[in-house]
Every structure is written in C-alpha cells, then in structure tokens.
C-alpha cells in the first residue's frame, strides 16, 4: 500500500535468490544457489515512481549498486547494460528499492486534469504502481 499524500512512500525487498520464489518460477527450477553475473536490468515502476535501486547485499557486509535511478521517468522502462558484470555470490542478498510520490502535487495529468491523490496497491494498470527490477544474468 501507498498511502494518499505520502511524499515519499518507499519499499524495499531483499532476499537471497535461491530462496525467491519469484526467480524459481522464472527460471523453472534452476539453481540460483551458486551465485550469479549481472549484466543488465530493467527496473519497472509506473506514474508516481521517483527513484528505484538494486543492489547486491554480500554476505561479508559490502553493498554493491548495481543500478540506480535517481530521477525516474515512467518512460525510462528499458533494459540498462551494466558496465561491469555485478556478481551476486552464494549467501548473498538482492535488494530492490523503490520510491513514490503520492502527494497531491506528484499526482499525473490525465485528459489535462490531475487525478486526485488516493492510496493505491500493486496494480496492472498504469495509474497503479509496481516496483519491480528484472534482470538479465548468467549462472557462474
């Protein structure tokens, strides 16, 4: 949920790949226990999105950004080459993060009105939100 009027609503998911149901099911049963290479990602959040993150947790402490989008634009829905390959090692965790504006202000035009502000769930529908980030990886 994201509350009407929250300014600045944020989630943030972390889990360790092999246990992610989502990434199970994606990949139909293989393994992500032994770690993995980034190599691009496609974050994915709708009209009141205002920044999103992801990042590897390592097991021994150190935070690594894989990508991160400051200023979001709901038009930026694209698939981001790393420089770098980010490597998620067995044990460690990835985190997403994303953040909304739900205040009356950061409410999108439509048909030239601002639509009022309302709480608003996980949803298909582009005045909905989502916060997702898929990535394109390799097994090491």
């Known amino acids: 949920k994201i509350a009407a009027g929250d300014a600045k609503a944020q989630h943030i998911f972390e889990e360790v790949p092999a ?6 099911v ?3 049963g293989i393994g992500l226990g032994d770690g993995f290479q980034v190599h691009a ?3 994915h959040m709708h009209t009141r999105g205002r920044s999103i993150d992801l990042s590897a ?5 150190k935070t690594e950004t894989l990508l991160s989008i400051v200023n979001w634009d709901f038009n930026w829905q694209r698939l981001y080459f790393l420089a770098e390959p980010g490597v998620v090692a067995k ?3 990835v985190k997403v993060r994303c953040q909304w504006d739900n205040s009356a202000a950061g409410q999108p035009v439509v048909d030239g009105k601002k639509l009022p502000a309302k709480d608003l769930q996980w949803g298909e529908g582009t ?3 989502m916060c997702l980030a898929f990535m ?3 097994l090491k």
């Open 127 to 129: 005045y909905d939100e």
């Open 26 to 28: 994606v990949l139909n």
């Open 57 to 61: 947790l390592h097991a021994g402490g």
């Open 91 to 93: 044990g460690d965790k």
């Open 136 to 138: 394109y990886i390799t």
């Open 41 to 43: 990602v496609l974050p």
């Open 19 to 24: 246990n992610a149901n989502v990434a199970s």
